[in-house]
């Protein structure tokens, strides 16, 4: 089991930047892959980056290129996405989930994950 806690959500204005936290714990952090998901009113759920824990392999939805970066603390077992240059189409609830084992592909399917952090752009 891995509990997955999410912070650093909030309103920001169009343009603008946050950092959203991911503290893993539990008795087996062993996974294949960690990073975010986002949920948004009448959209599907949406991978929008990950990251391969042998070597750091990273994986960016599209729509969030160039503007998102994830990145991670092993030492305190812990993953970010730093946020820049937020769009109103970013708005939602970002959930930081985990796979344990590799799919077809990475930052689809997820076996665990945490409550969600929301995250509002507007102005």
């Known amino acids: 089991q891995v509990q997955l806690v999410e912070s650093g959500g909030g309103l920001v204005q169009p343009g603008g930047s946050l950092r959203l936290s991911c503290a893993a714990s539990?008795?087996?952090?062993?996974?294949?892959?960690i990073g975010w998901f986002r949920r948004a009113p009448g959209k599907e759920r949406e991978g929008v980056s990950c990251m391969r824990r042998r070597d750091g392999l990273t994986y960016y939805v599209d729509s969030v290129k160039g503007r998102f970066t994830i990145s991670r603390d092993n030492a305190k077992n812990t993953v970010y996405l730093q946020m820049n240059n937020l769009k109103p189409e970013d708005t939602g609830v970002y959930y930081c989930?985990?796979?344990?084992?590799?799919?077809?592909?990475?930052?689809?399917?997820?076996?665990?994950w945490g409550q969600g952090t929301q995250v509002t752009v507007s102005s």
């Open positions: 539990g008795p087996n952090l062993d996974y294949y892959a």
């Open positions: 989930g985990s796979e344990v084992l590799p799919g077809e592909d990475m930052c689809v399917i997820f076996d665990y």
